[in-house]
Structure formats: C-alpha cells, structure tokens
C-alpha cells in the first residue's frame, strides 16, 4: 500500500510499530534481535503550530545530537505527512524509568539542551505536548506480514 492509501491511524500504527521494533534492536529484515532490549519507550506528542513545521523540524534535529548525549536512545521524530497537520511524535528508549529519570537530569543541564527548550518557547513552536510510558507486549513486535511478497 503506497503511503497516500494510508489511514491517519495506520501511519501512526506503524510509526510506532517501527520504534518499538528499533528499542528492542530487531533487524526487521531479518527479524532477529541484534542487541538487549530497552524496557521503556517514551511517546511524545507534540501539537505544533502547523505554520512553523519549519521551525519544529529544526528543533527537532537539534535533539538528534542532544537526546543520545544525555543517554536517551533516540528512535526518532516524526512530522506530520499528510492529514492532521498540527501532530508531531518523537520515540525515546531507555532501560528503565531510571534511565529516564537520570536523563532528564542531564538535560537539565545541557547548555544545548536549555538552549532548544528556550528557541521552541520563544518561537512558541509547541502549543501542547503529551508523554506516555510504553512496553512492548511479548511476542507482537516484528511479527511479518502473512502477505510478505505479494502486492
């Protein structure tokens, strides 16, 4: 299915499917895990303001340096494609809550960290932001399609 065919929901199904399957360190090729697994993932979701998507996307390339500096493992941020266009996503894994903890700490004290926190309120580039704690559900994540090979 070419990704215009896609529902809202599908895409974000997906989204998500596919950061699950990078914080357990699955090769989806070949559907073996390559590396241990990363207990907790935070979904953040961003409303931004849909006529800075420029200005978000900036923000959101500085956390790719920041994020795995502080000892965040990064899955990815996603900006909105095609339908809502005020909906962004970022994936963050860590060990444990812990983890998380220790890492907001870091960047807290991170001078770039601060730094972006300050652009994206002053530009006001997030107008509502949403953090949830996910695991993955045993024997559901990189499961293949029975349809693998067929169009």
């Known amino acids: ?3 215009t065919e896609m529902s809202r929901r599908e895409i974000i199904l997906g989204m998500v499917a ?3 399957m990078l914080t357990v360190g699955c090769d989806a090729r070949t559907n073996v895990s390559t590396r241990r697994p990363l207990m907790i993932t935070c979904v953040i979701r961003y409303q931004i303001d849909p006529f800075q998507r420029d200005g ?3 923000y959101a390339e500085n956390w790719g340096r920041i994020i795995p500096r502080c000892g965040g493992h990064l899955i990815g941020y996603f900006l909105p494609y095609e339908g809502t266009n005020d909906v962004a996503w970022c994936l963050i894994a860590f060990e444990s809550l812990a983890a998380y903890e220790t890492y907001r700490a870091r960047l807290k004290s991170d001078p770039e960290a601060r730094e972006n926190f300050t652009m ?3 530009k006001r580039l997030i107008l509502r932001e949403e953090r949830n704690f996910v695991e993955v559900v045993e024997g ?3 499961r293949p399609s029975t349809l693998a090979g067929h169009a």
């Open 1 to 3: 299915m070419h990704p």
């Open 120 to 122: 994206a309120q002053t």
């Open 18 to 20: 596919t950061g699950a």
């Open 56 to 58: 978000f996307q900036k």
């Open 140 to 142: 559901t994540l990189g």
